[in-house]
């Protein structure tokens, strides 16, 4: 087979590629600058003392910092969970061809997209001013369970329900979109294999939307762990209510923000590489595809610049399935 | 090769369809036997898709009656009237016909395996061991047992629309409608995907095929369908149609693909 020899023996007469890569003296200067602007910055952190790094450390693993931490770390989890459990009820309702069952989905999303959250927190922990008592019954009908509103809704209850219920309204919006991302034949697909639509939604819609769907998610999870601590508003003391209670009697301000700061960042750490984690799983079958990986989308929008380009292993080792 | 039954597989009487004002179907019957390769032929628009989509019930019909193997699609009679079917006896109607589509549609998410036993496993109950053994003879047949570890997205063209037929026939169904399935191919990846069907039409399976693949047609089909305008052109073996066509419009047709 003499295609085949010329294929795989490359004789010497063939020329390398060799060529003089083009300078970016751009690149390098503004490199220099970061580097001395960075150095700056560290050099000051270390040198001025009113940081009171001591006092950071002393309070960064005290039992009043930590109860706050975890009490922020509960809220956060706890209304991501119902927010994206509602949202996604909210998404499905929306597309579904049930009017009333879209319109109910848009105006929830509008009312709670529409009025400020702390609004909505002042609103549920004063709930017992409009309805003193709660229970539960037939509508119209005998009451079966009934309780005090101030009992039923703590402090905690309100937090809860004011950002769960607000982040409903914008997961809502962030799984519509993942769904719509989701081809047309893959409904056609699954309806002709005679799946149900919870099946569709369940087995092949869903877990296609969520390539769109975690990135967003994740901004909205980091997102909730800060928006946590408006509910200092409540008196709740979560992580920066605890370390404002710290520093009003020590008057140590700086040296706690710093604290809870901190805190914040290692926490938003670890969030960030549990997100990473979740979009490498549900990128199963991408990137081979119409749809790329941003690894493949970085490789090709730079492919210009000749140093962006990697040589390209045949394809397979760029994301290879998993 | 004439199978007998005492039923035609597809049963279409005076099918009429329309999307808003647009008339898409006007009246197509037709008959399918059981074990018949019948090739749906003719110019884009002249809805032959709109009619494979009516059998699996994708599109709803607006006039007429629409029989799979003796049932009415979608409905039900009830005391002289029509009633619509729910939502499970529908996905039980499309469980027995399978669909092979232009853009293959394979879920992109799950391996060729998976793609292949999900709605055997999922819909139909069977044990995963059962399905998956059949799965991997069925993808043996199409010629892709050494892929059921891959992604759709890592396959090429052809391939896919291998897979896609492979996840069709581990549904055993009794009736398989092709949509186009060859148009979204590059031409040299056209043979292989025919070639499959070609073998699935030689073991008497009741084929449906849209297609603009005259010389399948003319192979594999026992009769070939022209439509154009929502309607029936003509009908009869392939030899006929091709060598003696009656209508203009089927000859008109005809000097442009043949």
Known sequence: ??????????????????????????????????????????????????????????????????????????????AMVIGICLGTVLA????????????????YVWFFRGTPLLVQLIFWFNISSLYPRLSLGVPFGPIVVSGSSNVLISAFTAALLGLGLNQAAYTAEIVRAGILSVPVGQLDAAASLGMSNLMTMRRVVLPQAMRVIIPPLGNETIGM????????????????????????????????????????????????????????????????GPVGTLHEFARRAFAHHARFRTPAPAGAAITGGR | MIPTSDRPMVEADRVWKSFGKTQVLRGISMQVEAGEVVCLLGPSGSGKTTFLRCINHLEKISAGRLLVDGELVGYREHGGKLVERNAREIASQRAEMAMVFQQYNLFPHRTVLENVIEAP???????????TERGMSMLARVGLADKSSSYPGQLSGGQQQRVAIARALNMRPKLMLFDEPTSALDPELVGEVLDVMRSLAEEGMTMLVVTHEIGFAREAADRVVLMDGGIVLESGPPQQVFLDPQHDRTKAFLSKVL
């Open chain 2, 121 to 131: 496993v999922r819909v139909k109950k069977e044990p995963r061991s059962e399905a």
């Open chain 1, 1 to 78: 087979m003499i295609a085949d020899q010329q294929e795989t023996i490359r004789t010497a007469d063939v020329p390398e590629v060799k060529a003089e890569p083009v300078r970016h003296p751009g690149n390098w200067i503004g490199a220099v600058v970061v580097l001395v602007l960075g150095a700056m910055f560290v050099h000051t952190l270390v040198v001025n003392p009113n940081f009171h790094w001591k006092v950071v450390g002393g309070y960064f693993l005290s039992g009043e910092i930590l109860g706050g931490l975890l009490r922020t770390l509960e809220l956060t989890a706890l």
């Open chain 1, 225 to 288: 762990l800060k928006t946590t601590s408006i509910v200092s508003v409540l008196a709740m003391p979560e992580l920066l209510y605890s370390a404002q209670l710290v520093y009003a009697r020590t008057y140590q301000t700086m040296p706690l923000l710093i604290v809870a700061s901190l805190w914040y960042l290692l926490v938003t750490t670890v969030l960030t590489s549990v997100q990473l984690r979740i979009e490498r799983h549900f990128a199963r079958g991408a990137g081979s």
């Open chain 1, 92 to 107: 499905v309702m929306r597309a579904s061809d049930n009017l009333i069952m879209s319109a109910a989905a848009a105006l």
